[in-house]
Protein backbone atom coordinates (compact mmCIF):
# COMPACT_ATOMS: atom_id res chain seq x y z
CA UNK A 1 0.00 0.00 0.00
CA UNK A 2 1.38 3.59 -0.79
CA UNK A 3 1.21 6.14 2.04
CA UNK A 4 0.85 9.69 1.08
CA UNK A 5 1.29 12.76 2.43
CA UNK A 6 -0.40 16.54 1.26
CA UNK A 7 1.33 19.62 1.82
CA UNK A 8 1.18 23.46 0.53
CA UNK A 9 -2.50 24.23 2.04
CA UNK A 10 -3.02 27.73 3.67
CA UNK A 11 -4.75 31.11 3.32
CA UNK A 12 -4.71 32.89 0.40
CA UNK A 13 -6.32 35.76 -0.82
CA UNK A 14 -8.40 35.49 -4.54
CA UNK A 15 -6.28 35.41 -7.17
CA UNK A 16 -3.66 34.09 -5.82
CA UNK A 17 -1.51 31.10 -5.61
CA UNK A 18 -0.41 27.76 -4.15
CA UNK A 19 1.59 24.75 -5.06
CA UNK A 20 -0.04 21.17 -3.00
CA UNK A 21 2.50 18.34 -2.85
CA UNK A 22 1.89 14.98 -2.58
CA UNK A 23 4.97 13.00 -1.30
CA UNK A 24 4.38 9.18 -1.68
CA UNK A 25 6.18 6.00 0.43
CA UNK A 26 6.48 2.61 0.43
CA UNK A 27 5.79 2.05 -3.54
CA UNK A 28 7.63 3.48 -6.60
CA UNK A 29 5.11 6.23 -7.50
CA UNK A 30 5.64 5.74 -11.39
CA UNK A 31 3.38 2.54 -10.54
CA UNK A 32 0.17 4.65 -10.40
CA UNK A 33 -2.43 6.73 -11.47
CA UNK A 34 -2.57 9.69 -9.13
CA UNK A 35 -5.50 12.48 -8.24
CA UNK A 36 -6.21 15.68 -6.64
CA UNK A 37 -9.82 15.57 -5.12
CA UNK A 38 -10.93 18.52 -2.91
CA UNK A 39 -14.25 18.19 -0.40
CA UNK A 40 -15.34 21.44 0.75
CA UNK A 41 -17.93 21.54 4.27
CA UNK A 42 -21.35 19.93 3.75
CA UNK A 43 -20.55 18.43 -0.22
CA UNK A 44 -18.86 15.20 -1.67
CA UNK A 45 -15.30 15.17 -2.61
CA UNK A 46 -14.83 16.05 -6.12
CA UNK A 47 -12.14 15.45 -8.89
CA UNK A 48 -10.23 18.40 -9.06
CA UNK A 49 -7.17 16.99 -11.87
CA UNK A 50 -5.89 13.49 -12.46
CA UNK A 51 -2.76 12.05 -14.13
CA UNK A 52 -2.11 8.62 -15.49
CA UNK A 53 0.93 6.74 -14.85
CA UNK A 54 2.37 7.69 -18.53
CA UNK A 55 1.38 11.90 -17.94
CA UNK A 56 -2.14 11.94 -19.32
CA UNK A 57 -4.09 14.20 -17.35
CA UNK A 58 -7.60 15.42 -17.04
CA UNK A 59 -9.44 18.59 -14.68
CA UNK A 60 -12.63 19.55 -13.41
CA UNK A 61 -14.16 21.91 -15.39
CA UNK A 62 -14.18 24.60 -13.01
CA UNK A 63 -10.21 24.53 -12.75
CA UNK A 64 -9.21 24.04 -16.66
CA UNK A 65 -6.73 26.83 -17.35
CA UNK A 66 -6.20 27.68 -13.48
CA UNK A 67 -4.66 24.51 -12.67
CA UNK A 68 -2.03 22.14 -13.77
CA UNK A 69 -1.22 18.82 -11.84
CA UNK A 70 2.13 17.39 -12.42
CA UNK A 71 4.30 14.29 -11.41
CA UNK A 72 8.40 13.71 -10.52
CA UNK A 73 8.40 10.24 -10.50
CA UNK A 74 12.08 10.75 -9.55
CA UNK A 75 10.86 12.61 -6.49
CA UNK A 76 7.78 10.51 -5.79
CA UNK A 77 6.11 13.00 -5.86
CA UNK A 78 2.70 14.82 -7.33
CA UNK A 79 2.02 18.24 -7.44
CA UNK A 80 -1.12 20.82 -8.01
CA UNK A 81 -0.23 24.17 -9.26
CA UNK A 82 -2.96 26.28 -8.16
CA UNK A 83 -3.55 30.06 -9.80
CA UNK A 84 -6.04 32.50 -9.79
CA UNK A 85 -7.46 31.04 -7.00
CA UNK A 86 -10.94 31.70 -6.20
CA UNK A 87 -13.08 31.61 -2.56
CA UNK A 88 -15.27 28.36 -4.40
CA UNK A 89 -11.74 26.47 -4.40
CA UNK A 90 -12.05 26.71 -0.51
CA UNK A 91 -11.74 22.65 0.74
CA UNK A 92 -9.34 20.15 2.42
CA UNK A 93 -7.60 19.16 -0.97
CA UNK A 94 -6.75 15.09 -1.16
CA UNK A 95 -4.59 13.18 -3.37
CA UNK A 96 -5.61 9.90 -3.98
CA UNK A 97 -3.07 6.63 -5.77
CA UNK A 98 -4.49 4.01 -8.07
CA UNK A 99 -2.31 0.89 -9.37
CA UNK A 100 -1.64 1.57 -13.26
CA UNK A 101 -2.92 -2.47 -13.36
CA UNK A 102 -6.45 -0.85 -12.60
CA UNK A 103 -8.48 0.64 -15.68
CA UNK A 104 -7.71 4.33 -14.94
CA UNK A 105 -10.22 6.12 -13.80
CA UNK A 106 -11.14 10.24 -12.34
CA UNK A 107 -13.91 8.85 -9.56
CA UNK A 108 -13.22 9.49 -6.00
CA UNK A 109 -14.34 5.95 -4.71
CA UNK A 110 -12.27 4.28 -7.15
CA UNK A 111 -9.06 5.21 -5.33
CA UNK A 112 -7.94 2.82 -2.87
CA UNK A 113 -5.08 5.14 -1.01
CA UNK A 114 -5.23 8.69 0.43
CA UNK A 115 -3.36 11.17 1.98
CA UNK A 116 -4.46 13.11 5.33
CA UNK A 117 -5.64 16.60 3.32
CA UNK A 118 -4.93 19.69 3.35
CA UNK A 119 -6.55 22.76 3.79
CA UNK A 120 -6.80 25.49 1.27
CA UNK A 121 -8.88 28.59 2.13
CA UNK A 122 -9.22 31.26 -0.63
CA UNK A 123 -10.50 34.69 0.81
CA UNK A 124 -12.36 37.25 -1.47
Known amino acids: QVQLVESGGGLVQAGGTLRLSCAASGRTLSSYHMGWFRQAPGKERELVAA???????NYASSVKGRFTISRDNAKNTVYLQMNSLKPEDTAVYYC??????????????????WGQGTQVTVSS
Open 51 to 57: ITSGGNT
Open 96 to 113: GARHQSIVYSIVPDDYGS
